[in-house]
């Protein structure tokens, strides 16, 4: 059974920094693209970065809102996704949700399981 658990969320003050993971089971962790999501109250969700790493293959993304602030990694052997977030804003707070499928790129249709989300919340 594919299963990713999220953690790492909580409350901030603006300028403050915290870092979320992902733990993935159930799957081929070298196989899939694993990704962060976010979705704040009244707006769409919306990706904010994915990964997928093997020994042979790396591939990343950012979307343009956290470029410079966030940085994506993963632990193959703990089959662990972070996201390390920096320099958090007021308008970075929502529910962080991680998401996999098999395949590359980091369209949110495209991803096939989902964890529960973690709540980030930025005060200013």
């Known amino acids: 059974e594919v299963q990713l658990q999220a953690s790492g969320g909580g409350l901030v003050q603006a300028g403050g920094s915290l870092r979320l993971s992902c733990l993935a089971s159930g799957f081929s962790f070298d196989e899939f693209t694993i990704g962060w999501f976010r979705q704040a109250p009244g707006k769409e969700r919306e990706r904010v970065s994915c990964?997928?790493?093997?020994?042979?293959?790396?591939?990343?993304f950012y979307a343009d809102s956290v470029k410079g602030r966030f940085t994506i990694s993963s632990d193959n052997a703990k089959k662990t996704v972070y996201l390390q977030m920096n320099s958090l804003k007021p308008e970075d707070t929502a529910v962080y949700y991680c998401a996999a499928w098999y395949g590359q790129g980091c369209p949110s249709v495209l991803m096939t399981h989902w964890g529960a989300g973690t709540q980030v919340t930025v005060s200013s």
């Open positions: 990964i997928k790493r093997s020994d042979a293959y790396s591939y990343s």
